[in-house]
């Protein structure tokens, strides 16, 4: 059968999503009562919006939905990088794809595990000398020293805060237009620039990279011509690890806004193990806007749901409403990390860093990296100090790539208990 969707009218409605930020395709949902519907965006381009977990299968059916010339030049210049693996398909991509999901072996996770809690703890014990800091803008410097360290850069310490800002600078200009987004795109030119010279150096052995490090591995890595991948794209591909495991600094801020909103949650995850911890963490990605939605094209001519996907159309998979989706979950608008206690294992309805499968589609292979870094920031939070929460403008937009709260969380009278 074949039917009309809905219509968002407009000759170009990105002004809306801008205006409307997360919630401008489930607020669109509601209206229409529907999980698909047309609108136009970006310059007036087609672009069919869909959520919940059918579409989530279709959105990562690579016959019929392509990565390639999907995303925003905006973005690629900020966010993503120019040529890097998120803008890639097919063969060339499952070949990128296994280089990324090799460095996640578990010793290696078990590494960046450590590694985050001895710093944080370390780190802590400076902060209770202090009459308050702002937690976000200090795991973003923790972070960056780990990330470097973990992918093999060596990083003086006194380089930590121009990095740190330089990194944090290139997620945050995610969505944004204007100044941020001119901040983001010199941070990329000044980073991608510091790892091409990286990259020379350790090729040319002038600095010895540990050999299961990403430095090392991405500096020798071989595309499937067994030829080494060009100095530009190791650097975005570098950067790709760098720049996300400092963005993980946003959900750490949002599990200290979770502690604060919900009290009891501490008690829980005091009595509850690791097992709640897991709950909550998972809660945390699915309750909190992160990533608003993915962008991709129509490779090939199909029919979905009574509508007619024409090749070259965009498709928006709508990421928030898919994790708030009130067919998925239960009070969706409600942080109940318990849900987590009987979910089956599904790799279609809970999206926060994207669905499918790790290998062949784009899925995050830092989504295991993330999970374990949390749990650590958690318990750190629970069993390291003890601080309170003064007075503050703890709001988070709905409408800004990433949210965050504005005050980036203030804590003060902090002690360490442990
Ligand atoms: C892809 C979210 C952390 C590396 C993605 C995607 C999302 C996402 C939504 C897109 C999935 C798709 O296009 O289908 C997040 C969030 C994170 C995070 C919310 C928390 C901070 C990480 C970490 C790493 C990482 C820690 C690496 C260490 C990547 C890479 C891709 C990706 C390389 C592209 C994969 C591909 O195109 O095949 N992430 N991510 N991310 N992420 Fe993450």
């Known amino acids: 059968y074949r039917e009309e969707i809905p219509k968002d009218r407009g000759i170009d409605n990105s002004i809306k999503l801008l205006l409307e930020g997360y919630q401008y395709i489930s ?26 977990e059918e ?33 890639v398909d097919g063969e060339p991509h499952r070949h990128r794809k296994e280089l990324f999901m090799s460095l996640m072996t578990k010793e290696r996770l078990q590494d960046i595990t450590e590694l985050f809690g001895q710093q944080l703890e370390q780190e802590m014990a400076e902060w209770s000398k202090k009459r308050n800091v702002i937690l976000y803008e200090e795991i973003v410097h923790i972070l960056t020293k780990v990330a470097c360290e973990w992918t093999g850069i060596q990083l003086a310490d006194e380089d930590v805060p121009k990095r740190a800002n330089e990194l944090e600078g290139i997620f945050d200009s995610a969505g944004a237009i204007g100044v941020r987004h001119w901040k983001g795109r010199t941070a990329r030119n000044i980073v991608e620039n510091w790892l091409r010279r990286l990259i020379r150096e350790v090729r040319n052995g002038e600095i010895i990279a540990p050999k299961d490090t990403p430095l090392y591995i991405m500096a020798w890595y071989q595309d499937k011509d067994g030829k080494l991948l060009n100095e530009q794209i190791v650097a975005v591909e570098l950067l790709n690890i760098l720049r996300p495991i400092v963005a993980i600094s946003v959900y750490i801020t949002f599990i200290a806004l979770a502690l604060h909103e919900h009290p009891q949650e501490k008690e829980k995850l005091q009595m509850g193990g690791e097992e709640y911890t897991d709950y909550f963490v998972q809660e945390v990605r699915r309750f909190y806007p992160f990533f608003p939605m993915l962008m991709a094209k129509v490779s090939e001519d199909f029919l979905w749901n009574g509508h007619d996907f024409r090749k070259g159309n965009l498709v928006l998979l709508d990421i928030y409403g898919t994790n708030h989706h009130p067919d998925l979950w239960e009070e969706p608008y409600r942080f109940i990390p318990e849900r987590f ?67 980036r969380f203030v804590i003060s009278d902090i002690k360490v208990i442990k």
Not at 58 to 86: H, M, N, S
Not at 362 to 378: D, F, N, Q, S, Y
Not at 390 to 397: A, E, G, R
């Open 27 to 52: 607020n669109r949902r509601e209206k229409f009562g529907r999980d698909i519907f047309e609108t136009r965006v970006l310059g007036g381009q087609k672009a069919i919006c869909i959520a919940g």
């Open 55 to 87: 579409a989530v299968k279709t959105f990562y059916d690579t016959k019929k939905i392509t990565r390639k010339g999907a995303a925003p030049k905006r973005i690629r210049q900020t966010l993503f990088g120019e040529q890097a693996i998120q803008t």
């Open 341 to 407: 206690k009987k979910r089956e294992e599904n790799f279609y309805d809970f999206i926060p860093q994207g669905g499918g499968d790790y290998y062949r589609g784009h899925r995050c292979p830092g989504e295991w990296m993330t999970i374990e870094l949390m749990k650590v920031a958690t318990q750190c939070l629970i069993h390291t100090i003890d601080y309170q929460v003064p007075k503050q403008n703890l709001t988070y937009s709905m409408i800004r790539f990433p949210s965050l709260p504005k005050s």
